[in-house]
């Protein structure tokens, strides 16, 4: 049984990479999925499987990017959307079943991505999501199967330490793509003394345009890596986690980075998309409140305390790796009796 996987935003054919890819989709979910597959003895083979038009039984495809915009990654010239294609049709034809993993709204992008997402569906087996919201969201352009599979944890569980408050430390991480959210509401945070802010491509005209949005908050800027929060000592107390929940193409998006405040012993501060509901107790809703409330933070400190072990144990990579597996043990069985 062979695996292939489609990939954006890769330097080299080793598989190994997705491991460490600063693109969320492929660290979470392609190369969570790619352990999965190797455990139950399924043959993963190299990321430039299309440019050797290489057969194979089963076909992951990632995250589509069109082009990173640097052009440093492999097709990363405007020519991956036609290579895939012909790829996709290619595998389909020879009785590959096709799995899509479908992590953002881009189908209703209007762009070269919802483009890609309208074609490739009608070679589509099962898709694979992140959470109910991007369930429904594909339901409006796919009748097939469509399961959920969450993200895991990818840092070092701290245990949640109480605290008064007395100093707010923030910490705010995740893709530079997604700063727009902390940049369009920096301005209004209150009650917040420093603000760390871990991600990657900024450069430092970028930071001090950042830092001038709000001149009472100390802002530092960290590197992304895995494992930041250990590896920096980054001391916050609080995560930031702003969104807009009338994006459409972001409100279905996992609830990775809920999670992973609560593995690292932070309070989440966020807006309340869909995924984050089911923890409303734990969190502090910064769409009904900016300026942050020291007693709520207390309250939910002493929540968390008792509570952070039950909400983090069913996202552990382990956990995950077992979704991944029933789902690959699905495809293998229908292609054996085919």
Known sequence: MKLGILSSNFLDPNIEQLGISKLASNRLRLNIAKNAAIENNINVLPLDLYNKFQDIDILLIGKFVAESGANKFID??????????IYIEHVKKRGAKIILDYTDNLIISKDKRSEFYKKVLPYINIITVPSEMMKKNIKEFYDGEVVIIEEPIEVDVNPIIQDDYTEVNALWFGHSTNLIYLIRRIGEFKNIDKLKIVTSLLDERDKNIIRSLNKKLTVEFYEWQRNFNSNNKMKCNICL????????????????????????????????????????EYYYNLDENLTINKTQLKILNQKLISEQMDIIKDYTSIKIMEKWRNLFLLESNLIKNK
């Open 76 to 85: 990363d010239d405007g020519s991956r959307m036609i290579k895939w294609l």
């Open 241 to 280: 986690i702003p969104s807009d929940i009338n994006d459409e193409k972001k409100n279905g998006v996992s609830n990775n980075r809920l999670i992973t405040a609560f593995a690292m012993g932070l309070v989440p501060a966020v807006s309340p998309i869909d995924s984050y509901k089911p923890y409303r």
